[in-house]
C-alpha cells in the first residue's frame, strides 16, 4: 500500500473520530495537517508517497550522472565530449519536444553507451495539473520520439520538477516506467555561479547516488569537470545505470 493510501485511511479515521467528538477546531487542524502532508508528499519525491521512485543505487558502488531537460542544440555536445573523454557514463532524461532536429544528438548517446530516459513531452509548468491521460500521451509521445531518433524504446522516467501526484502515478503505471528520482540536487537551474554549485555538490559525491544535472546549462561542462576530478582522486567510480536497471523494451 502507498503511503498515499496510509495517509488517506489515517485521514478518515481522524475525521470521523473528530466527527464522533464534534470538535470544529480538531477537525479543521486534521484537514489542514492532511493537505500539508499531500502537499509535501508532491514536492519530496524521495518520500515516495504516492509512487516508488529509484533515488539511489544501493547495490552499486559508482555515483551516477543524469543530465534533464535536453537535448540542447549546442551544450549537449560539448557535455558529451567531456563524458568520452574521460569515459564515463550518463543518463540523459530528454523532453520529447525538443528531440525534432537535434535526432544526432540521441543517437551519440546511445552509441557512446549513454542512456537516454523520458522527461514528458512539454515538460510545462502545469504539467503537475494534467489528467492522467494528459500525463500518459506525454509519456507515450516521448518514448516514441526517441524511438524514431534511436530505435530503442525507452522504461526510464524522470518526474518534471521531481513533483508527484496520482495522477502521475497512475500514468505511470499504464505506461510501465520506472521512476528516477536522484540523491544529489545540484540546483544548476537556480544557483547560477559554478562555484557555489561545485561547493554545494562536492562533499555529497559519493557510492550509490545519483546527481542531478541540466546539459542545458551553460556551467554544465565545468561542473562536469570538477565531478569527475572529485571522483578520480578519491577513486570513487561513475557507474552506468544500465549495469544495474533496466533501462529499454
Ligand atoms: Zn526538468
Redesign the pocket.
Known sequence: MSKYNIARITFLLALIGCLYLQNFSLTIAVTLVFVGVLSAGAFFIRWNFYHTSMHCLSNSSALFLTF??GPHPQLTSLVLDMLKKHQCKATF?C?GNKIKGNEHLLQRMVAEGHTVGI?TWS?SYWFDLLPTYKMKQEIVATQLEIQRATGLVPTLF?P??GVTNPMLARAMKYTHVTSIGWTIRSLDTVIKSSEKIIAKITPQLSAKRILLL?DTQPCAVEILQSVINTCASSNLLIGDIQQYVKCYR
Open positions: 534533464d531537460d532524461f523532453i522527461h515538460h524522470r518534471p520538477y541540466h
